[in-house]
């Protein structure tokens, strides 16, 4: 809920501006996955990114990313 109320106070030119680059830096992670011993294998699929204490999964924010460049696009 705290993440919310933080986003909600940036301006949405910046979301604008931001949304491309942050399209192909999540392109560039999910590519990160597929180099070996870069990414993690779970159960037979590798699409997780170690992080020290937690791993990330790309995926997640492509989704993100995708939705904030298609909604900037148009």
Request: glycine share 6%; charged share 10%; aromatic share 10%.
């Amino acid at each position: 809920m705290a993440t919310s109320l933080v986003v909600v106070q940036v301006p949405i030119k910046f979301w604008e501006r931001v949304a491309p680059w942050l399209f192909v830096v999540s392109l560039l992670l999910l590519a990160l996955v597929l180099v070996p011993g870069l990414g993690i294998d779970v159960n037979g699929a590798r699409r997780w990114l170690p992080l020290g204490v937690m791993n990330f999964q790309p995926s997640e924010l492509a989704k993100l990313a995708m939705a904030m460049y298609a909604a900037s696009y148009m």
